[in-house]
């Protein structure tokens, strides 16, 4: 069994501590907390399980790391701390760690990271001998490794269309909604998400990797947005009131141009209610999928919608990244020590899990 340890316990936490108390080849022997309100609470307790796992929440990373323990699943978001979020990451890499995460986007293709962000964990691979795999859903699997399978199904290729298509509303997670997306906020007030070159920096990464993958040469990576207001008021149900006349959706494309033309294409439509852009793609249910479409022949696409905790499509997309990243561990434990990306990492069939009872 592989010691591996969750740092954090919020949306990807949760869910990472039940990937890896599910998964056979691992076993969880702590888990790192930031609120004090949640120090001394069971892992199953703060993992929505109805079971007690008998590991309690602890915020001493030190005494943690001291444990050499094989395994991290940095569950921590990185969207507005980011230097904090990779000082915590090289801290576990320099502890021998294997660590998997979704929180510094840039490092989804490390080849082409900023040297701030790459260096440091080069240094912590040679200090420590551990290694790192980040990697999510979308940015993620939802724009490398299943557009990529896809393709491989067709006779000729002439784009490849990824989608995020998501109410919002159901993405427990203020600070991004609110603040780096913009729902709710003025129309005259442009979105971080939106600035130049941030969904570049975020999605860019995607871009390199499938175009890596295919064997082609990108021209350029381009950049196109819209935005919509709210007609009317609206209140949702975990998320608040966000008022008529605010950002009510988004739609934007980062695309990868070959030979002049757009080829490679990462779609993001986000809603917080579902009145919003109505004419802008929708979900198959209105709640939430990623779509890959490959054009050409034959035409090929896939919806891919998932749930977790109670039916909730953005806890569902959570839950896959997981899956992706722990499903890792065991594999990264076994390679030698270093950077990793999508491309690196197989995604291998469920072994052992098939009939398990479910946490």
Not at 67 to 72: I, L, S
Not at 132 to 143: E, R
């Amino acid at each position: 069994m592989i010691p591996t340890v969750v740092w954090g316990t919020g949306n990807v936490g949760r869910a990472a501590i039940r990937a890896v108390d599910a998964h056979p080849a691992l076993e969880l022997v702590s888990v790192i907390v930031h609120n004090p309100a949640k120090v001394g609470r069971d892992a199953g307790e703060l993992a929505g399980l109805d079971h007690a796992l008998g590991v309690t929440a602890t915020d001493d990373v030190g005494a943690v790391l001291a444990t050499r323990p094989a395994a991290v699943v940095y569950a921590a978001s990185g969207d507005v701390r980011p230097d904090d979020a990779l000082a915590d990451i090289t801290r576990a890499v320099a502890a021998g760690a294997a660590v998997v995460s979704p929180a510094l986007y840039p490092l989804y293709d490390h080849r082409n990271a900023p040297a701030e962000f790459r260096d440091p964990v080069l240094a912590a691979v040679a200090e420590g001998g551990g290694s790192l795999f980040a990697s999510g859903v979308d940015p993620g699997w939802g724009n490398d490794v299943l557009p990529l399978l896809l393709s491989g199904l067709g006779t000729t290729v002439d784009a490849i269309r990824c989608q995020e298509i998501f109410d919002y509303s159901t993405y427990d997670q203020p600070d991004s909604v609110r603040d780096l997306v913009g729902m709710g906020r003025p129309m005259d007030d442009e979105p971080m998400m939106l600035w130049p070159s941030v969904p570049t920096m975020v999605w860019g990464g995607q871009i390199r990797m499938m175009a890596r993958a295919l064997g082609v040469e990108l021209d350029d990576i381009r950049e196109t947005s819209q935005r919509r207001a709210l007609d009317t008021t609206v209140t949702t149900r975990t998320m608040g009131t966000f008022e008529a006349g605010t950002q009510g959706a988004i739609r934007f494309e980062v695309q990868g141009i070959v030979e002049g033309e757009p080829r490679i294409v990462i779609e993001h439509v986000t809603r917080i209610h579902p009145s919003c852009a109505p004419d802008w793609p929708t979900p198959p249910d209105g709640a939430g999928a990623h779509r890959v479409i490959i054009e050409g022949r034959p035409r090929i696409e896939v919806t891919v919608e998932a749930t977790d905790e109670g039916e909730n499509r953005s806890a569902g997309g959570n839950a896959t990244a997981v899956g992706r990243l722990v499903g890792a561990i065991d594999w990264l434990v076994a390679a030698e020590p270093g950077l990793y990306d999508a491309l690196d990492v197989p995604l291998r069939p469920a072994v052992g899990k098939l009939g398990r009872k479910q946490p």
